[in-house]
């Protein structure tokens, strides 16, 4: 692939970020002017582990997110179908496949996750469900592995409400986006399949509904940083 395209097909997504695993956590500050931390904050108090919970992150990439899940006692693991991504991470924690913090990294398709049923007390996504292939498919995975009674949490790109800040938005991801990370990233394409991923996904009310429809109940959300990025939380019924 000379740029990254929206099929996506596992092997070529699983490529793309292969590639770009080296610098991957300091474009994504970059690229977000730093929010991506605020994110990952949010995302932790939503989820909410306490100790003796097992959590299951994800799309976890480099596991920089998961570590947030365990300072309260509870287990994570960190669960990505890209290697490189995952051996980045492994490395950052001492090069060891179990962290001191409690993190446990293991590669994994969103679609056919190997974990038994009700495995989990909550599982979480953050900007990973919009590069799979079929959304319903992951979200019934995550059902599945979710105890009764356990909680999801996905945090995603979304839409803004405000109509001009839309406006400015979408230039900024079409125009200025893939500039800036051509000059800091280690694989500028995958920055163009994220800008147009991104104006491509659901908006908040429209992946409410699908979260709904795969079998999760009460189903929620809040936005963040005005909306570039929402909160989605559900429970799986006891």
Not at 8 to 21: L, Y
Not at 38 to 63: F, I, M, N, S, Y
Not at 102 to 109: P, Q, R, Y
């Amino acid at each position: 692939m000379t740029r990254a395209s929206l099929d996506k097909q596992p092997h070529e997504v699983a490529a793309m970020f292969d590639r770009t695993a080296r610098r991957y956590d300091l474009v994504n500050d970059v690229l977000s002017l730093g929010q991506d931390r605020l994110w990952r904050k949010a995302t932790a108090r939503a989820v909410d582990a306490g100790p003796g919970e097992v959590v299951l992150d994800l799309a976890a990439g480099t596991g920089t997110s998961t570590d947030a899940f365990t300072t309260l006692g509870a287990r994570a693991i960190a669960c990505d179908f890209s290697l490189g991504m995952l051996r980045t991470g492994v490395r950052k924690h001492g090069g060891s496949g179990l962290s001191g913090g409690g993190v446990s990294f293991v590669g994994g398709d969103a679609l056919r996750l190997p974990f038994a049923d009700d495995a989990f007390d909550a599982v979480t996504i953050s900007f990973g469900l919009r590069n799979v292939s079929d959304t319903h498919q992951a979200l019934a995975e995550l059902l599945r592995v979710t105890r009764p009674g356990g909680r999801l949490v996905i945090c995603e790109f979304s839409r803004p409400p405000i109509k001009t800040f839309d406006v400015i938005y979408t230039q900024y991801l079409m125009r200025l986006l893939p500039q800036v990370a051509r000059a800091v990233s280690s694989n500028p394409d995958s920055y163009e399949y994220l800008a147009e991923s991104i104006r491509d996904w659901y908006d908040q009310a429209e992946l409410s509904q699908v979260i709904q429809t795969s079998g999760w109940r009460r189903v929620a959300w809040r936005n963040l940083s005005l909306g570039i990025v929402a909160l989605h939380r559900a429970v799986k019924a006891a």
